[in-house]
């Protein structure tokens, strides 16, 4: 059985989980959109400025080592995280929160960009926002379920051993190093990729 089958699998087994962090992430981004039309003028004017300033960069838009290993850092942080708070009682909601965090996060950047920049906020959205997310939004909501899976198999005590117990974490942890592994591309393209796509649109 070859990975696709395997993936596919574990997605029609878990269904309603992966419909529900769908619910709370698109949550998440129409919360972030909403407020990115509600900041204070100085919040509001802030972003802006930066944001004229990388327009008026545009051209000099360079890939450094510096932004990979932030972008990898961050991602690494996250699945870390994420992975720690499946083997916790109280890991569930605050997965679910994470979820919504990087959503909101999401909604407020788009929404803010086209809201300020109109058509070319939202080139710039697509091109440096989008192409990282379609690795990055898949693979966070795949580990989020597979971190609930494996809190609530915890807290329900449905093992008869330890040595099934460290099967499963086993497997839990491989799982979730090859899900690292994927957010990794998406640092990969956040920081080469996004930044060409970028100057592309604002050149």
């Given at each position: 059985?070859?990975?696709?089958?395997?993936?596919?699998?574990?997605?029609?087994?878990?269904?309603?989980?992966?419909?529900?962090?769908?619910?709370?992430?698109?949550?998440?981004?129409?919360?972030?959109?909403?407020?990115?039309?509600?900041?204070?003028?100085?919040?509001?004017?802030?972003?802006?400025?930066?944001?004229d300033?990388?327009?008026?960069?545009?051209?000099?838009?360079?890939?450094?080592?510096?932004?990979?290993?932030?972008?990898?850092?961050?991602?690494?942080?996250?699945?870390?995280?994420?992975?720690?708070?499946?083997?916790?009682?109280?890991?569930?909601?605050?997965?679910?929160?994470?979820?919504?965090?990087?959503?909101?996060?999401l909604?407020?950047?788009?929404?803010?960009?086209?809201?300020?920049?109109?058509?070319?906020?939202?080139?710039?959205?697509?091109?440096?926002?989008?192409?990282?997310?379609?690795?990055?939004?898949?693979?966070?909501?795949?580990?989020?379920?597979?971190?609930?899976?494996?809190?609530?198999?915890?807290?329900?005590?449905?093992f008869?051993?330890?040595?099934?117990?460290?099967?499963?974490?086993v497997?839990?942890?491989?799982?979730?190093?090859?899900?690292?592994?994927?957010?990794?591309?998406?640092?990969?393209?956040?920081?080469?990729?996004?930044?060409?796509?970028?100057?592309?649109?604002?050149?």
């Amino acid at each position: 059985m070859n990975l696709s089958t395997m993936y596919k699998q574990h997605i029609r087994a878990n269904l309603f989980k992966y419909l529900l962090m769908i619910v709370i992430f698109g949550l998440g981004v129409a919360a972030g959109e909403f407020k990115s039309g509600d900041l204070g003028t100085e919040t509001r004017d802030h972003l802006i400025a930066l944001i004229d300033q990388l327009i008026q960069n545009g051209t000099s838009l360079t890939v450094s080592k510096g932004a990979l290993f932030s972008a990898a850092g961050s991602q690494i942080k996250t699945a870390a995280l994420m992975w720690f708070l499946g083997m916790t009682v109280v890991g569930v909601p605050l997965i679910l929160g994470l979820i919504f965090a990087r959503a909101f996060s999401l909604g407020f950047t788009l929404g803010f960009l086209v809201k300020e920049k109109s058509s070319l906020g939202l080139l710039m959205g697509i091109s440096s926002v989008i192409p990282q997310n379609l690795i990055y939004v898949p693979f966070m909501l795949t580990a989020a379920v597979v971190c609930v899976n494996f809190s609530l198999f915890l807290v329900r005590g449905r093992f008869y051993s330890r040595a099934e117990l460290w099967q499963n974490f086993v497997l839990y942890t491989l799982v979730m190093i090859g899900i690292t592994i994927m957010l990794l591309v998406g640092a990969v393209v956040e920081s080469y990729l996004s930044p060409w796509l970028l100057s592309l649109i604002i050149g």
